[in-house]
């Protein structure tokens, strides 16, 4: 599956939002609950997810909703940091296959980073300098438009 297309209410997050799949869950409240991936990158791994917004990624998911879900990625990410002491702490999140999504009910990692650690999801080049510099100024016009 990919960016595009409709939410499947048998995806594997949704049946842990309606009690019909177990979890080792960290939080929970009216919208948002947070558990630990089962298939960890690393030690601490934890993912976030609405629970009352049936969207598959970032482009579906409304603005109320998805604020609650990441007031609830800071304070689980402070808890991370203070609990397990990592180096550094990642929060991705990923849209359609292509890009790494293999759950479609968006959620947000949070993915503790330790000393020699080889990370998941990493460039192994720098890019370009100007092309950078070229993108940054189109993004940065996008948003102001
Ligand atoms: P994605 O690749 O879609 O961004 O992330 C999906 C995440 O869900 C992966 O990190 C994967 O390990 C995790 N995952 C897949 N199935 C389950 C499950 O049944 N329970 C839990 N807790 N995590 C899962």
């Known amino acids: 599956m990919s960016l595009h297309g409709q939410y499947d209410e048998?995806?594997?997050?949704?049946k842990i939002i309606r009690g019909e799949a177990p979890c080792y869950k960290l939080?929970?409240?009216e919208d948002v609950l947070a558990f630990l991936d089962l298939f960890p990158q690393s030690y601490g791994h934890c993912l976030v997810i609405p629970k009352n917004a049936p969207a598959r990624n970032i482009l579906e998911i409304d603005d109320a909703n998805l604020a609650k879900v990441m007031a609830v990625v800071r304070r689980?990410?402070?808890a991370v940091v203070d609990e397990l002491q990592p180096a550094g702490v990642q929060v991705a999140?990923?849209?359609?296959?292509p890009a790494g999504q293999t759950v479609?009910?968006?959620?947000?990692?949070?993915v503790p980073r330790y000393e020699g650690d080889t990370l998941g999801?990493?460039?192994?080049?720098?890019?370009d300098a100007a092309q950078l510099q070229a993108l940054q100024a189109r993004l940065v016009k996008r948003l102001q438009g």
Do not use: K, P, R, V
């Not at 048998?10 to 949704?14: D, L, P, S, V």
């Not at 999140?93 to 296959?97: K, P, T, V, W």
């Not at 479609?104 to 949070?110: D, K, L, Q, S, V």
């Not at 999801?121 to 890019?127: E, F, L």
């Open 10 to 14: 048998q995806n594997i997050f949704a």
């Open 27 to 29: 939080y929970e409240d």
């Open 76 to 78: 689980l990410t402070q």
């Open 104 to 110: 479609f009910h968006i959620h947000m990692h949070i």
């Open 93 to 97: 999140q990923f849209n359609g296959a």
């Open 121 to 127: 999801i990493h460039a192994s080049q720098q890019a």
